[in-house]
């Protein structure tokens, strides 16, 4: 770090702002700030999201169930702005006490299941409807190694490397080195692997596609830090190729642009109801 000065005290104490683009919302404290009650549409699936990363995994996953067949996979998606802190309100962290985006509210079981973090929200789903998750054997697991690896791993990509890189308020030699040397470590893993194999756990595309293009697929695709040339994305040639065949999937459209409400106005959808909804937004493109 730049200064060199700077011992950490015995205590650690919370007194100012640690700046950055998030900095408002970031606190050292869990539950609500504030009363308020989360909208219920009519679908038995209610989406509580924002087309992050991690709340593009759950959109494209009910898109591609109902591009599957799944009527009963039909949902209502609503809007959390976390840079306005509606994670923080009493209905949203009765679902999700940890106050992250996305979560899910199954009103079809009794009682209504609450779903927290993408990796569950995913399984959940998968198991629901018998879709994108082998049901033995070791095509499971490994559809479950990837799944976890994508859990464990996205937090260097995304709160280590695309913090310091994109979103720190000073620019830091040592941790963007740091946590770019672990990024394009990750992206080598992945493009082995893909060497090997159409998609990640195999030849089938499954909730472990799923949950890894938004944040990987989407780094190489140029979608994340504007980081392509600095990471040499180029370089990863099986990993762009699974990137583009996942980006080409209709579902994978539709599930993108729901719950967008920053970069191109013509590509964002605030809520969800029907399918009408997305077709409305595509149809301006």
């Known amino acids: 770090m730049s200064d060199s000065t700077y011992t950490p005290p015995k205590v ?72 306005e802190g509606d994670q923080f309100g009493s209905g949203f962290v009765a679902v999700n006490p940890n106050s992250k985006i996305p979560a899910l509210v199954d009103r079809s079981t009794t009682p209504e299941t609450h779903l927290f973090e993408s990796g569950s929200i995913l399984v959940h789903l998968a198991e629901k409807f018998g879709a994108f998750l082998p049901e033995s054997g070791s095509a499971r697991t490994e559809t479950f190694n990837w799944l976890f690896w994508q859990m464990g791993s996205a937090p260097f990509l995304g709160g280590g490397f695309g913090h310091f890189y994109a979103y720190a308020p000073e620019k830091y030699e040592y941790p963007i080195n740091r946590y770019t040397m672990e990024v394009k470590r990750q992206l080598d893993v992945l493009d082995k692997q893909l060497g090997r194999s159409a998609f990640l756990a195999g030849d089938d595309y499954t909730i472990a596609d799923i949950a890894n293009w938004p944040w990987y697929g989407g780094l190489v695709l140029g979608q994340l830090y504007d980081a392509g040339e600095f990471l040499q994305v180029e370089e990863y040639e099986n990993l762009r190729r699974w990137a583009e065949t996942i980006r080409a999937r209709p579902a994978v459209e539709r599930g993108r642009i729901v719950n967008k409400t920053f970069g191109d106005e013509n590509r964002q959808l605030r809520e969800r109801h029907s399918a009408a909804d997305i077709d409305a937004v595509l149809k301006r493109n």
Not at 16 to 39: C, M
């Open 12 to 83: 650690w104490t919370w007194d100012q702002e640690s700046g950055g683009r998030f900095a408002k919302i970031n606190r050292p404290v869990s539950g609500a700030t504030h009363d308020k009650a989360l909208p219920v549409g009519e679908h038995p699936l209610q989406l509580y999201s924002l087309a992050t990363p991690n709340g593009v995994k759950v959109t494209v996953m009910l898109e591609e169930l109902l591009a599957a067949g799944h009527a009963d996979a039909e949902y209502d998606a609503w809007t959390i702005d976390i840079g």
